[in-house]
């Protein structure tokens, strides 16, 4: 078991590019969920999603955009890169318990735009 | 709406010492807490959930609704403890999100 794989680890982007961050997990979880970790701010989640093929806005989406088109892939595009989203990304999936949901989280993925 | 606070951004403590990384939530619902821990240049991972009422690394949590804490405790911290804590809010819904504090980095001195 992989659990929860990013790709890529690191990346550095000039102001205006394109990119999409992949999330792939072989747990058959049903949720998935990206976060960016800023210092100072903790996590904040961007996008999440509660199934194949759906997906809806979190706490930061602005700039950012989501797809879930296979149950195991969640991927997030930056359509045009801002300084502002110099961040490291988490991405997560998780299911719901009688013990409520824990989330299992990536490797992260280190991104700089200049 | 719901918030969870972490008052120390840092806090700094000798081997052996008792340690308690506070925790305060904000939720007009039945709280789900959790604890996740975040050791240096690893993935965040599950430390602990009130639910499950278990110890984990010798760490204990316990839910007081009355004060809407759930303060993170273990009675001898050890240097591998240092680490990044985030208590974690689940957002019942049908979409289980957690919602983050902003984090207590803890460092164990020798």
């Known amino acids: 078991n992989a659990g929860v794989t990013q790709t890529p680890k690191f990346r550095v982007l000039k102001t205006g590019q394109s990119m999409t961050l992949l999330c792939a997990q072989d747990?058959?979880?049903?949720?998935m969920y990206w976060y960016r970790q800023d210092p100072g701010m903790g996590l904040r989640l961007i996008h999440y999603s509660v199934g194949e093929g759906t997906t809806a806005k979190g706490e930061v989406p602005d700039g950012y955009n989501v797809s879930r088109l296979k149950k195991q892939n969640f991927l997030l595009g930056l359509e045009s890169a801002a300084p502002s989203q110099t961040s490291v990304y988490f991405c997560?999936?998780?299911?719901?318990?009688?013990?409520?949901?824990?989330?299992?989280f990536g490797p992260g993925t280190r991104l700089t735009v200049l | 709406a719901q918030r969870v606070t972490q008052p120390e951004k840092l806090l700094s403590v000798f081997k052996g010492a008792p340690v308690e990384l506070k925790c305060n939530y904000s939720y007009s619902g039945s709280p789900e807490l959790f604890w996740y821990v975040q050791y240096s240049r690893q993935r965040l991972q599950l430390l602990l959930r009130h639910i499950s009422r278990e110890s984990i690394k010798g760490f204990t949590a316990d839910l007081n609704k009355g004060e809407t804490s759930f303060h993170l405790k273990k009675p001898f911290a050890q240097e591998e403890d240092s680490a990044m804590y985030y208590c974690?809010?689940?957002?019942?819904?049908?979409?289980?999100?957690?919602?983050f504090g902003k984090g207590t980095k803890l460092t164990v001195n020798p």
């Open positions: 747990m058959n979880h049903e949720y």
């Open positions: 974690a809010l689940s957002v019942q819904g049908g979409s289980e999100k957690l919602v």
């Open positions: 997560a999936s998780g299911l719901t318990s009688g013990g409520g949901n824990e989330q299992f």
